[in-house]
């Protein structure tokens, strides 16, 4: 967990011509404006928490992460 955040945060830096995350764009951009692209990125949105509640409640069962 702390590997892959400290990957995504590195590359966030990193990134020499700030493009920005493409569905953070999207979601910014067009999805006020267009259901079906607002529809698919709840969709992303919610995939996205639901793989990081099972990630951090692996990490709670193995004892990596504190309760």
């Known amino acids: 967990m ?5 990957f995504i ?6 990134d020499k011509s700030q ?16 259901k079906e692209v607002g529809d698919m990125i709840q969709k992303n949105d919610q995939n996205v928490e639901d793989a990081f509640f099972r990630v951090i409640q692996k990490g709670q069962e193995s ?3 504190s309760n």
């Open 19 to 34: 493009k920005g995350c493409f569905i953070v764009n999207a979601e910014v951009e067009v999805a006020l404006h267009d």
């Open 63 to 65: 004892g990596e992460i």
């Open 9 to 14: 945060s590195d590359n966030l830096l990193d």
């Open 2 to 6: 702390k590997a892959l955040l400290k």
